[in-house]
């Protein structure tokens, strides 16, 4: 019999018991609003089926009364209690990163950071959104017409999902944002890394849509919290692609509008599975099965 976990988990023996047991990974997410996330259960259950206790904290900044402005206190009590690492969600994936050592190369061109990993007293600042929405593109809509796409949102998520759009290979990535500034900066960003003429911004969703093959929300509207829609709805037409990130409610009242026309679309809950499998892999040094953690997220 061997005490060699098949996943890569390294048992370890309990000098007061003289029982092998399995390294224990805590962890935990930041952001406010988060009671409904379903990423806890994501995690624990894979690291459960990967021999780990594995311990994921919801860290609610609404629920505890505070802001952004507390993520230094938060931070340095998850390295006091041995964090292996945090995930990071609205409002604080551009406010973190002043206060880490180092940034992926991914998070540092997307200036947003959905995932730091603690380890030997360093900070590290990584972004697993835009892989996870890629993930999810490619298995949903790998054969939608991508040649201008309308992006609502140019916060950190938005930042991830117009690179994973531009990276797919869409010919243009139209931001729209209530900030104006804020989705003209983020359009220029991605001209500096993808080329000019890939994004621009808009302040007209009538007009942007009008050329669109698609669209994507990745503003908070759709949540639980924040009822409502990105887009009015008569703008939405058949031959219009239709992708959320909100994945709380499963269908949003973007995406039921949308299939009540006809359009084809994608739920959150994709890319919100592969940015947790990104995340796990960085927390735990394990290969996660993403196909199981799909299945156990439909199932929840």
């Given at each position: 019999?061997?005490?060699?976990?098949?996943?890569?988990?390294?048992?370890?023996?309990?000098?007061?018991?003289?029982?092998?047991?399995?390294?224990?990974?805590?962890?935990?997410?930041?952001?406010?609003?988060?009671?409904?996330?379903?990423?806890?259960?994501?995690?624990?259950?894979?690291?459960?089926?990967?021999?780990?206790?594995?311990?994921?904290?919801?860290?609610?900044?609404?629920?505890?009364?505070?802001?952004?402005?507390?993520?230094?206190?938060?931070?340095?009590?998850?390295?006091?209690?041995?964090?292996?690492?945090?995930?990071?969600?609205?409002?604080?994936?551009?406010?973190?990163?002043?206060?880490?050592?180092?940034?992926?190369?991914?998070?540092?061109?997307?200036?947003?950071?959905?995932?730091?990993?603690?380890?030997?007293?360093?900070?590290?600042?990584?972004?697993?959104?835009?892989?996870?929405?890629?993930?999810?593109?490619?298995?949903?809509?790998?054969?939608?017409?991508?040649?201008?796409?309308?992006?609502?949102?140019?916060?950190?998520?938005?930042?991830?999902?117009?690179?994973?759009?531009?990276?797919?290979?869409a010919g243009e990535v139209i931001v729209i944002?209530?900030?104006?500034?804020?989705?003209?900066?983020?359009?220029?960003?991605?001209?500096?890394?993808?080329?000019?003429?890939?994004?621009?911004?808009?302040?007209?969703?009538?007009?942007?849509?009008?050329?669109?093959?698609?669209?994507?929300?990745?503003?908070?509207?759709?949540?639980?919290?924040?009822?409502?829609?990105?887009?009015?709805?008569?703008?939405?037409?058949?031959?219009?692609?239709?992708?959320?990130i909100v994945y709380f409610p499963l269908e949003?009242?973007?995406?039921?509008?949308?299939?009540?026309?006809?359009?084809?679309?994608?739920?959150?809950?994709?890319?919100?599975v592969f940015q947790a499998v990104g995340a796990?892999?960085?927390?735990?040094?394990?290969?996660?099965?993403?196909?199981?953690?799909?299945?156990?997220?439909?199932?929840?």
């Open positions: 019999m061997t005490n060699e976990d098949p996943s890569g988990a390294k048992p370890q023996v309990d000098e007061a018991s003289g029982l092998w047991t399995y390294p224990a990974v805590l962890v935990g997410l930041i952001g406010a609003g988060i009671q409904a996330s379903r990423t806890p259960s994501l995690h624990e259950c894979e690291g459960a089926r990967q021999g780990l206790r594995y311990i994921y904290k919801l860290i609610d900044l609404e629920v505890l009364g505070l802001d952004a402005r507390s993520l230094p206190e938060i931070l340095t009590a998850a390295e006091r209690f041995s964090f292996a690492g945090v995930n990071i969600t609205h409002p604080c994936k551009q406010a973190v990163i002043p206060l880490l050592d180092e940034l992926s190369p991914d998070a540092a061109a997307l200036s947003a950071v959905n995932t730091v990993v603690l380890k030997d007293g360093r900070r590290v600042g990584h972004n697993t959104d835009w892989w996870g929405f890629t993930e999810s593109f490619r298995r949903e809509l790998s054969d939608a017409r991508c040649d201008c796409v309308v992006q609502f949102g140019a916060g950190g998520a938005g930042a991830a999902v117009a690179h994973a759009l531009l990276t797919l290979g944002d209530i900030d104006e500034d804020r989705a003209q900066n983020l359009a220029a960003a991605l001209c500096d890394r993808f080329g000019q003429g890939r994004a621009s911004s808009s302040s007209s969703p009538a007009d942007a849509l009008a050329g669109a093959n698609g669209m994507v929300n990745t503003t908070p509207l759709g949540m639980a919290k924040y009822p409502g829609m990105a887009v009015p709805a008569d703008l939405l037409r058949r031959d219009l692609w239709v992708a959320d949003t009242e973007l995406l039921r509008q949308a299939r009540a026309r006809g359009c084809r679309t994608m739920f959150g809950g994709g890319m919100a796990f892999r960085l927390f735990t040094g394990l290969e996660p099965d993403a196909d199981r953690m799909l299945r156990h997220f439909s199932q929840m």
